[in-house]
C-alpha cells in the first residue's frame, strides 16, 4: 500500500508565494517520475510540472520562470516552490507519483489528495 501526502496549500496575495510538498510513504521499491496536476473549477487537470528519477524537468508554459519542482530521493519527496502568484493559479494541485512496489514490477501512477491554492487579494 502506497499512500503519498500533500501539504503547503492555502490563501495567498497576488505575487505572493507558496511552497507545496508531497511525500511518498509505504511498499516503495522505486520511484520514477513524480510531478504536479492541478485543476481549476470548470477546467480539466492538467500537468503543472513533472521531475525524473535523473532530474530532468518539465513545466508548463504558463508557470516557466514562476515555479520549481524539486525532489529529495532519500525522503521520497516531490517538492513544488511557486513565485509570483496569479490568480490564475488558483486551483486544487494533486502531486502524483510513478512508482513500483517491488522488482520487476511494471509502474503505476499513485495520487496525492489535493491540496487548495487560492491566489487572492
Known amino acids: 500500500q502506497v499512500q503519498l501526502v500533500e501539504s503547503g496549500g492555502g490563501l495567498v496575495q497576488p505575487g505572493g508565494s507558496l511552497r507545496l510538498s508531497c511525500a511518498a510513504f509505504?511498499?516503495?521499491?522505486?520511484?520514477?517520475?513524480m510531478g504536479w496536476y492541478r485543476q481549476a473549477p470548470g477546467k480539466q487537470r492538467e500537468l503543472v510540472a513533472r521531475i525524473t528519477d535523473g532530474g530532468s524537468t518539465y513545466y508548463t508554459d504558463s508557470v516557466k520562470g514562476r515555479f520549481t519542482i524539486s525532489r529529495d530521493n532519500a525522503k521520497n519527496t516531490v517538492y513544488l516552490q511557486m513565485n509570483s502568484l496569479k490568480p490564475e493559479d488558483t486551483a486544487v494541485y494533486y502531486c502524483?507519483?510513478?512508482?513500483?512496489?517491488?522488482?520487476?514490477?511494471?509502474?503505476?501512477?499513485?495520487w496525492g489528495q489535493g491540496t487548495q491554492v487560492t491566489v487572492s487579494s
Open positions: 502524483y507519483a510513478d512508482l513500483t512496489s517491488s522488482w520487476g514490477e511494471v509502474p503505476l501512477d499513485y
Open positions: 509505504g511498499s516503495i521499491f522505486s520511484i520514477y517520475a
